[in-house]
């Protein structure tokens, strides 16, 4: 493990994408959820759960973007192409579902940019687990560039992982609503939680057992000593957090689901990163392949250690003012 | 439906397309959150209801144009990688961490101040509120200085040198970020943003004024306006005279496409044309009207000098004239209107007929859109302008393509186009349909819009000093 300059990156990019999936998550799950709202007023209510800060959460899918392209413009630039349809994709979603928050209160036509809310959710969630398992599959590079089919993307597996993800995001979704509402519509939640746990947590084991089978490396770092010693914390991890989860859900506790569900993310995401590693954009480009050159991460390494803090602490302001459980009565005319 | 385009054209039209989108909303948000933190900061200092009822109807409208700036802009930090692949791996770790820079330093400002900004005013109270609202407009003018400083490089660019995998490696980041056009076309853009922004004020102003002359906030946001016409407009003509100094210097041959010049002038007495059609396959203005000897002052220099045309640019190395040319008269036609405007709105001031100027108001509601037609027209003819290349001199259009197949291609610019018209037509509707309605209007919507607002503690015990809001 070399520390350098490259590395940090690879560290913060990595940071930067599960953040993203942390926070856009749960509001992504709230559009997935969405249909199942009850009533007008519990709709309003879900997507007013989110709305001071889901732009804020989607700006951690830029820096993802972007960040990539500035530190890794190789990985960026071979991945890209390779995942065409399913970016292409997510993007168009994600503008179908961002600006129904603003929408659906301008027209009599509610219903349309409900859907649109719901639709794109779900798109977008279920692109970003078929990249996800297209990059896990690797990705075939000719020279420095994309040297794959157009639809090599979309395999039986990155479809498994799609879903995983479209599950996944619906269980985070469920608990952010179980942490911010009260009543009917907490315990709606608290029953879909039970059961969106049960399939993500039974999708999650699926997609690990399959991930070896996926390339020679990863088998060799899941099954072979002595990295297997060290990789098994990360089952154990997850048995903890099931434990979490459940007896969070069945004691009536607000937020323990939604911070084991979150765990989930979190822990599943640590074990790509054990896959993966050094590799950028398995099988054959590692983190110093695509790395810029020193000067550009030098450079873009000051603003992310100065900035990012910072970001983090408005981040964690802007949701301690909205804290706290939700007022359907508030705000209507 | 698109059979016959290689994937080279089809992809330079399907980013032309996403960022002609997407830049009309930046170029209103960039004015709108300035406005806003004025009318907030004069609201605070005066206690004038007028200001308070101005700030609540343009956030509103501010929300849903910011909506559509971000997911339009999510779309364009991704399509450098999906269409421009061998751009993004060259130029890469040059405009990159500019780009990440502008991320860091101005996306998460605006994104994470936006929801005080729009719902906190009760929660946080006034000072905070304040405060959460500078932010946003400072950190939509973080990130055009970002941006521009980017897009500034890739038209002059400076500070690196060529490795050997073709790789733009920076050498000097002071070089890089202030290259020679960067803080040119920043006063420019910012300038534009700042006109779009007054021109739509102040047609709104206006349409409000034609229906009740004594509607005070129509009133005060009009008069806010025509301050910015009169007062703006000139140092934007000054601002674009400047700038295209410096593109004369830096990059002679987008001028020579902007002024129709195909022939050179050895001895001087260069024309300026005001009309012509540019023939690329002739090399030659057709039925051109010009004024001898204008084209020298128009670039500072005297009557006799003489000056090149596209005649010594090998034809490969030419922009496409027809575009440049007539883009930039749009532009340039526009921003004359806008400063007949300002003159006009200042002597119905001066003769205390400003809000019962019928016609002034009737022109104001005309002039309304014509900042984004400006905008864009200048856009057109900066960018196409630096054509046949991404990096000015160094790198080529055809050589910055993503390996990906035409029909891909052709497929998303299909599915770019359905979904912007459509999306962005709704939200431009909605925009319009609450611009039609007072500013005393409790509702702009059919309710006002998302409640955003949660907890168990009433805004009152948080800060004593609470003030309503709406």
Redesign the interface.
Known sequence: MVFDLAFIWAGLIAFAVLTYVVLDGFDLGIGILFPFGKSEQDR?LM???V???W??N??W???G???????F??A??????AL??P??LM??A???R??S???R????NKGLWDAAFFGGSVVAALCQGIALGALVQGIEIDG???GGG?FDWLTPFSLLTGFAVVVGYGLLGATWLIY?TEHEIQIQMRGYAWWLGAVTLGLIGLVSILTPFQGPEYFQRWFNLPTSVFVMVVPMLMLALTWAFYTGLNDGKDLQPFLSALGFFVVSFIGIGISFYPMMVPPSLTIWDAA??D??LA??LV??VI??PI?LV??A??YW???????PS???? | MLDGFSAEILARVQFAFTVSFHIIFPAFSIGLASYLAVLNGLWIKTRDETYLTLFNYWKKIFAVAFGMGVVSGIVMSYQFGTNWSVFSDRAGPVVGPLMAYEVLSAFFLEAGFLGIMLFGRERVGERLHMFATAMVAFGTLMSATWILSVNSWMQTPAGFSIAENGQFVPEDWWAIIFNPSFLHRLVHMVLAAYLTTALVVGAVGALHLLRDRTDREARRMFSMAMWMAIIVTPLQIFAGHEHGLNTLEHQPVKIMAMEGHYESHPDGWTPLYLFGIPNDAEQRLDYAVGIPGLGNLIFEHPLDHPTEGLDTIADEDQPPVFIVFWSFRVMVGLGFLMLGLGVWSAWARWRGTLFDAKWLHRASIAMGPTGFVAVLAGWITTEVGRQPFTVYGFLRTSDSLAPVAAPAVAASLVAFIIVYFAVFGAGTYYLLRMMNKRPATPNLGLRDGPIRTAGITPAPQIDPDFIPGE
């Open positions: 309003d997507m007013n759960s709305a001071p800060v732009d804020g989607e700006t899918l830029v820096l973007g972007g960040g990539l392209f500035a530190v413009p190789l960026y630039a071979i991945v890209m192409p065409y349809m970016i292409t993007l168009l994600l503008v179908f961002g600006v928050f603003e929408y209160w301008r027209t009599k420095r560039a994309y157009w911010k810029a050159p000067s550009s450079f873009a603003g992310a900035l990012i970001i408005y981040t302001y802007a003012v909205f804290r706290g459980k939700m007022d508030e705000g209507y005319h």
